[in-house]
């Protein structure tokens, strides 16, 4: 089965410094990249996907890039604002079958 | 457009107790999935339903199980609760299943604590 391992698990930066989260999959058949972005209390809420064709999404502050051939892609947030800060979760999905990466929970300072 | 909504938001049973749990997708979703949240194992999938069939299931054993009916709402039942069911139980909405890969939409999850 997919092994998805998700870096940094805790981050903590500046308002307005960058953000950056990784995630490693295993399953070379994966087609589908998402990243979740969970608020306490709430359910994730998805926040930007990208799909195995394309190597990079932008919208906006936030952006996802892909490499197919390394099995890895991230998470970039610009310009971070407080209310970025929450758990953010990447789920490398191969057709009916998404597996969530452990976390990764950003604390933008103000 | 209404999102996914789940009933009800938090429950307390106890030991040997059985729960179920209702998601109602958003209109015109047909795929529904259903996700334990905890703080040891993270999210891990239970299973999807696409057209009241159930499509794909997860690694969890027999005592969870789920329904989807003709208007795509879906229940899950747990029997026989143990301590270790207690978790963020999440029901996530998308436009299709099957061969390609799909966006989901959670709800905001049913809190279980078994006691």
């Known amino acids: 089965g997919e092994n998805v391992e998700q870096h940094p698990s805790t981050l903590s930066v500046q308002e307005g410094d960058s953000a950056v989260i990784k995630c490693t999959y295993s399953?070379?058949?994966?087609?589908?990249f998402p990243w979740y972005k969970q608020e306490l209390g709430k359910g994730p809420q998805l926040i930007i996907d990208i799909r195995s064709n394309v190597g990079e999404k932008k919208d906006q502050r936030i952006a996802v890039t892909l490499n197919k051939t390394a099995k890895h892609f991230s998470l970039h947030i610009t310009e971070t604002q407080p209310e970025d800060s929450a758990v953010y979760f990447c789920a490398p999905a191969n057709n009916n079958d998404m597996r969530f990466g452990a976390g990764t929970r950003l604390t933008v300072k103000p | 457009k209404a999102g996914v909504t789940q009933t009800p938001r938090y429950l307390i049973k106890t030991r040997g107790q059985q729960v179920t749990l209702s998601c109602s997708p958003i209109s015109g979703h047909r795929s529904v999935s259903w996700y334990q949240q905890t703080p040891g194992q993270g999210l891990q999938f239970l299973f999807e339903y696409f057209s009241e069939t159930q499509r794909n299931k997860g690694n969890f054993p027999g005592r969870f199980s789920g329904r989807q009916f003709s208007n795509s709402r879906s229940e899950m039942n747990v029997s026989t609760l143990e301590l270790g069911d207690s978790a963020l139980y999440l029901c996530?909405?998308?436009?299709?299943?099957?061969?390609?890969?799909?966006?989901?939409?959670f709800g905001p999850g049913t809190r279980l604590t078994v006691t």
């Open positions: 399953d070379s058949a994966s087609n589908y």
């Open positions: 996530a909405s998308s436009l299709t299943s099957g061969s390609s890969p799909y966006e989901q939409y």
